[in-house]
Every structure is written in C-alpha cells, then in structure tokens.
C-alpha cells in the first residue's frame, strides 16, 4: 500500500521578531512593469507557500542562518527587483507591477523544536500560522507584498525557510528561480547562474483577439465555488516509490504507447477519487493539470523567464465513464489534453482572459493536479547543502488539489509524495481503492 501518513501537524512555540523591510542591496529602477495576460488571471491571484528544512552543519556555527539568508536575499532583489514592488490595478482590471523598492518583509524566528521533531520523513501539512507569520493586510493582491520570507531557527541548529510568492507575479518555477538565486549569493555567487527575464510582453493578448481552442478549463457551472477549503477535509499523504509505481503500471495493457510517471498516477488518483465520490454516472468531472508551456514557443521562452507560463488542460467525462473504465481510457484522454498545448493553445488563452474578462478555473467535480517534483525546491543552498525537505507548504489555495513533491526516504529511495484532501467517509473509500490497484497484479 502507498504509505498513507496521518497529517496532524506539530504543535510548535515559535518566537518572533517584528517584521523587517529587506531592500535591494543597491538602487534598482523605477518602472511599471504589466504583467503578461497568462500572469494575469483571477485564478492566479493568490499567495503560494513554500517550506524548506535544513540540518546543521557543525562546521558553520560561526555563521548565522538568519543573517545569511537575509543579507543574501538583498543581494538578489538588485536582479529580481520586481519583487520589491507592489501591484496596482490598471484599466480593466490589468495588473501591473510597480517597481517601487518597497522591499520584502522578512521575519527572523526561533523555537526549540529540533529537526527530528517532526518525524523521520519530514511532509506537509506543516504548522504554518507558526512557520510564516500571517501579516495583517497583506492578504490582498494590490498595494501589497509581493514576496514575504521567514528564517525560524530551530533547537538544534538547523534552521527553517519559508516563503509566501503572489502567483500572479511567478509561477512554481519562477519563485524557485529567485529562491536558488539567493542561494547562490549566499554561498558567495556575484550574480545569479540564470539571469531573470522579464519579457512579459511576449505572452500579451493580441490586438484583435480571438479564441480558436475550447478551453473547458474556464467554464464556468452553476454551483461553481471558489471558497478556499472544506472544513471537514482530512488530509493524508500518500507516498509512492518505485513498487507502488511498479504496480500502478501494470494495470496499463502493454500495446499502450508509452506514458510518463505523472500520466499513471495522475490517472489512478482520479479514478479512486471519483469512485470514492460516489457521483451520480453522468455528472460531468474535470481533471485539470498544469503543462508547462516555456518550450512551446517559437522560439522558446528564454531559461531566466520567471513568469507563469503554464497551461491548466481539462480533461472533461462522466463520472461513469471513469469509473467503470480502465486506466487505459484516461490516460488516452490526458494524452489527447496535453499534445493539444502548443504556442496558439496559450495565445487563444491570452485572449480569452481579455475577451472574457480574466474568468477562474471551473471548479465544478474538478480535481487539479500539479507535478513539482522538478521545480528545485529541494535545491536551495544557502550553504548548509540542500533541504532535507522542499515544497510547497500546504495544497495551496486551489481547492480538490494535489501536488506531486519528490522526496527521498529514510532508505535513500526516490518517492513521490501526495498529500489528498477529502471528507474522512470519502477518504476511507478512496484508500480501499487505491489499495485494491496497488494489490491487483501485486
């Protein structure tokens, strides 16, 4: 069975100090710089958390964590200093960021919880209200940071780093392209090994727009709710490795073309999930997962873009259909969604959020799933090597989501972790499943 962890988080006393303004360590433009129309949808509007652990290092006791990060964080805002600014709201609606050196808000903490306290294989839900402070009014999208930081030293030396990005401004890739940039400048770099790219204007809508791919994605139902969380979800994490995948696999009819890890697991969930749902058959479900579109370009977006540049593809069926099926059928349909993203796929997006007035994903029986295991979350070096643990600190603010986070186990074993919201009836009936596919060929 795919390790199914109880997500309780650990109750931590943290200590903090007020929060501090980090500016560009030199002066950088004023500009106003709009954002692309892929940036600038309302269902990008939201505040992203990261989390990443590190050990101790005996051998750096002279160095202070806290100050290293900080100081290096500085240094990287001269090359990345948009995110220093705040966004305004232009004619309808039009984000853009101005470059205004406000600076980033950074929060240095301490407890005396030690790495080991939270467990031999470290995984969300992490404690976050304790791990990044909540500042009051920076919630919202305009006027507001665009980045806050916070540095918790832990007991044993080790320490953790924390991070809340507004996605609008940068998708999963781009926040981890500051974050290694300030690695970089922490271990004595004198400038990022990948220049950030603005370049938005590439991914702009065109003057007479037109859409010319459906995009069931941003169809809108009646019922359609974006409230963030059920307050009856349990969560669980899910971990799989080479057997669980192994076994996953072998539900797949060998004439099958070739398909990816995230094709078959992405697959498997949806169809335990919508099982477990128990929907009437012909209710239409979505299954919606992010593509990166950066090489998809002519000519491809350049290495240091750090804007959104991914698609979202729906893959739309009765629930029925997904049931009763095997994994062979949905993973033709997740085929079909993904050859279909290419560079007029992501224009007809562009224009559709300007003919349409930006609308949010359908969230209608919709299940999101997101593959960061090859971001670099688990890359950052501030000097004390790489994470014992990177990703995002919780499912976000999408709600039914699921992020794919590469972590390796107390073996040394590359596994893929899941973290699954659901009601605990729906959850006890999506385990039975997915047990009864990791057991069937077993």
């Known amino acids: 069975m795919a390790l199914a962890q109880d997500t309780t988080p650990l109750a931590l006393t943290v200590t903090r100090g007020e929060p501090e303004l980090v500016y560009p360590a030199q002066p950088t433009p004023r500009e106003l710089k709009p954002l692309s129309d892929i940036d600038d949808q309302e269902g990008l509007r939201f505040q992203m958390p990261a989390i990443m652990f590190y050990r101790a290092d005996p051998s750096l006791q002279e160095k202070d964590p806290i100050k290293v990060v900080k100081d290096a964080l500085a240094k990287a805002l001269v090359f990345f200093y948009p995110y220093a600014g705040r966004l305004v709201e232009g004619p309808k609606r039009k984000l853009v960021l101005d470059c205004t050196s406000e600076g980033v808000p950074f929060i240095e903490a301490k407890t005396d919880a030690r790495l080991e306290d939270f467990g031999d294989e470290i995984h969300p839900p992490f404690p976050l209200d304790e791990l990044l402070y909540d500042i009051p009014g920076t919630d919202g999208m305009i006027g507001t940071p665009v980045l806050i930081v916070q540095v918790t030293r832990l007991g044993c030396g080790g320490f ?112 335990c999930r919508t099982i477990a749902l128990g929907l009437d058959p012909n209710e239409k479900i979505a299954l919606c997962f992010a593509v990166n579109a950066r090489n998809k370009f002519d000519p491809p977006l350049p290495k240091g873009y750090y804007g959104n540049a991914c698609a979202f593809p729906a893959v739309c069926a009765k629930a029925g259909d997904i049931c009763k099926n095997d994994i062979a059928y949905i993973l033709e349909l997740i085929r079909k969604a993904k050859s279909e993203v290419n560079e007029e796929y992501m224009r007809s997006i562009m224009n559709l959020m300007v003919i349409k007035d930006r609308p949010h994903f359908i969230t209608h029986q919709t299940y999101v799933v997101s593959d960061l295991r090859h971001l670099g979350f688990a890359d950052v070096d501030f000097g004390w090597g790489k994470p014992v643990f990177g990703g995002p600190a919780s499912n976000g603010s999408i709600p039914d989501a699921s992020f794919f986070i590469s972590f390796k186990n107390r073996k040394g074993e590359t596994m893929i972790m899941v973290p699954i919201s659901l009601t605990p009836s729906v959850m006890d009936v999506f385990m039975k499943e997915l047990q009864e596919m990791l057991q069937a060929h077993s």
């Open 160 to 271: 953790i780093v924390t991070l809340r990005a507004n996605h609008a401004i940068c998708d999963g890739t781009g926040v981890m392209q500051l974050m290694n940039a300030v690695g970089e400048m922490a271990r004595g770099f004198s400038a990022p090994s990948v220049l950030p790219v603005w370049d938005r204007e590439r991914l702009l809508a065109r003057e007479s727009p037109k859409v010319t791919f459906p995009h069931p994605e941003y169809e809108q139902h009646e019922g359609d709710s974006h409230a963030h969380g059920d307050p009856n979800l349990v969560q669980k994490t899910f971990l799989f490795g080479p057997s669980e995948l192994a076994a996953l696999r072998r539900h797949v009819p060998t004439h099958i073309k070739q398909f990816s890890t995230f094709d078959i697991l992405s697959a498997s969930l949806w169809r």
